[in-house]
Nanobody, 124 residues
Framework: QVQLVESGGGLVQAGGSLRLSCAASGRSFSSYTMAWFRQAPGNERELVAGIRWRLGYTFYADSVKGRFTISRDGANNTVYLQMNSLKPEDTAVYYC?????????????????WGQGTQVTVSS
């Protein structure tokens, strides 16, 4: 059974940085797509960034391009989201998601496995 455990959220001032981690376990992830989604109160869950594990191909929401970087550590089965130049509108619960060879990358329904979420709050 795939397990995803997020960590690294917290409170930061606008312009600051945070790094989120997603520790994955339960199987080999070489053919998996890993992604970070976020959900603010009253909003739908939206894609932030993702990575195809084997090739390292990355993709980002337009709102975070140039500020956020997704990466993976194969030795530790961990995916990271480095978030720089944070803005108050980045405030949300951030979720790690994963599934095998995802086709529709932006749809939450494309991912079968989810972490419990970690809160990120950016103060102005």
């Amino acid at each position: 059974q795939v397990q995803l455990v997020e960590s690294g959220g917290g409170l930061v001032q606008a312009g600051g940085s945070l790094r989120l981690s997603c520790a994955a376990s339960g199987r080999s992830f070489s053919s998996y797509t890993m992604a970070w989604f976020r959900q603010a109160p009253g909003n739908e869950r939206e894609l932030v960034a993702g990575i195809r594990w084997r090739l390292g191909y990355t993709f980002y929401a337009d709102s975070v391009k140039g500020r956020f970087t997704i990466s993976r550590d194969g030795a530790n089965n961990t995916v990271y989201l480095q978030m720089n130049s944070l803005k108050p509108e980045d405030t949300a619960v951030y979720y790690c998601a994963a599934d095998y060879e995802v086709q529709n990358l932006v749809m939450p329904g494309s991912y079968a496995f989810w972490g419990q979420g970690t809160q990120v709050t950016v103060s102005s």
